[in-house]
């Protein structure tokens, strides 16, 4: 059962933006936190955003200023808009959900890339 789907990505030029979602099953009860990865060729999977149940938002200092989390309770559906996009943000970005048991949720991925 697929209870995370991505879709958004794409190739944009540096400068450019892009938006993903990620819409999650109903069957996902009691999530703590959201969160988008992101993971490059030969790089391990980082961290780029986060929105916690209640809303409070983090953010990698290097997307931090240029990307924005932002949810949607009612479509079961979370956003990332990537503005000032870099070549160096070219990887396959994962959206992520822990609940509060500590079951861990992956998407399959979407892959952004940026062109210089």
């Known amino acids: 059962q697929v209870q995370l789907v991505e879709s958004g990505g794409g190739l944009v030029q540096a400068g450019g933006s892009l938006k993903l979602s990620c819409e999650y099953s109903r069957s996902i009860l009691n999530i703590g936190t959201m969160a988008w990865y992101r993971q490059a060729p030969g790089k391990a999977r980082e961290s780029v955003a986060s929105?916690?149940?209640?809303?409070?938002?983090a953010y990698a200092n290097s997307v931090k200023g240029r990307f924005t989390f932002s949810r949607d309770s009612a479509k079961n559906t979370v956003y990332l808009q990537m503005n000032s996009l870099k070549p160096e943000d070219t990887a396959v970005y994962y959206c992520?959900?822990?609940?509060?048991?500590?079951?861990?949720?992956w998407g399959q991925g979407t892959q952004v890339t940026v062109s210089s």
């Open positions: 992520n959900a822990d609940d509060f048991a500590g079951r861990r949720y």
């Open positions: 929105i916690t149940s209640g809303g409070v938002t």
